[in-house]
């Protein structure tokens, strides 16, 4: 009978919690065009190819009042207004949800920090793409083909891609992950940075590619076939690599290096414990 009575206290105490926070509403905003992308904060955003430029969020009736929303030099932002989250509202939704819908004809800017979340759902195409990361952040795009590509990722992010591009510029710092697929014809030039504890792991193809790692640094890319590579490691960096005729090696420090056999070694530069191998 005791635990009878304890049962129907609790579902009560959740029921009165849950009709105090309320429930999740959506709402349209009307906005302007934009071929951009910035989420700041803590949310969560849905990226889909339209013919029109439109913005839903849904999120407790009560938090929408300090959201700030609006489109600044072709980029739509998302984040809090100044100060941000009351500590009381911060305290009434614990597990806070913001979810945001996008919707546009060509994207070639991403921007994200805080704590937040973006999910590519649609192929999109153009010229050149940037991509930034900080904080505690997380990108997902289903499939990007661009010439130009920049990437910078830092904090705790992580940032998953397939795609096309001819130039690729990729700085990867802290403890941030990284994982590229890229299709269709090679890569004309790759430019790989990675530090602090960053990973990336990388396929395709490329004629051209430098690689720098240092720190606690790695990189995977023996399914990423490069015909001529420059590749310096340093710290107790490590990668591995795939290089169809001449790799440039510069190896330091307690880092390791792995190459494909078949490459030909130039210009071989090794000292402390450095450790320069085949496989």
Do not use: W
Request: glycine content about 10%; hydrophobic content about 40%; aromatic content about 6%.
């Amino acid at each position: 009978m005791k635990k009878i009575v304890v049962i129907v206290i609790m579902s009560f105490l959740c029921t009165a919690a849950q009709a105090q926070k309320g429930s999740l509403e959506k709402r349209d905003f009307q906005i302007g065009a934009f071929t951009g992308l910035e989420l700041s904060g803590v949310m969560e955003a849905t990226v889909e190819h339209s013919a029109s430029h439109t913005l839903s969020i849904e999120t407790y009736s009560d938090v929408f009042d300090y959201l700030d929303v609006k489109v600044r030099g072709g980029i739509l932002q998302i984040g809090f207004k100044n100060g941000g989250l009351p500590r009381a509202i911060q305290r009434k939704y614990r597990n806070l949800e913001i979810l945001c819908k996008v919707t546009l004809p060509e994207l070639n800017s991403l921007g994200l920090s805080g704590v937040t979340k973006v999910y590519v759902k649609d192929n999109f195409k153009t010229d050149r793409m940037n991509i930034e990361l900080s904080g505690v952040t997380k990108a997902d795009l289903l499939y990007m083909t661009c010439h130009d590509l920049d990437i910078e990722v830092s904090g705790v992010s992580e940032l998953k891609m397939n795609g096309e591009a001819e130039q690729v510029n990729m700085e990867i710092s802290g403890a941030s992950k990284g994982f590229f697929v890229f299709e269709g014809k090679s890569i004309t030039f790759a430019d790989i940075g990675i530090s602090g504890s960053g990973n990336v792991t990388l396929k395709g193809k490329a004629i051209r590619s430098s690689l720098d790692i240092s720190g606690a640094a790695g990189f995977e890319g023996r399914e990423f076939e490069v015909e001529a590579m420059k590749a310096a490691v340093s710290g107790v960096g490590k990668a591995q690599v795939s290089v169809l005729g001449s790799l440039e090696p510069e190896v330091s420090g307690a880092a390791k290096l792995r190459y494909n056999r078949n490459a030909s070694l130039r210009n071989v530069k090794t000292s402390g414990a450095a450790q320069l191998t085949s496989y």
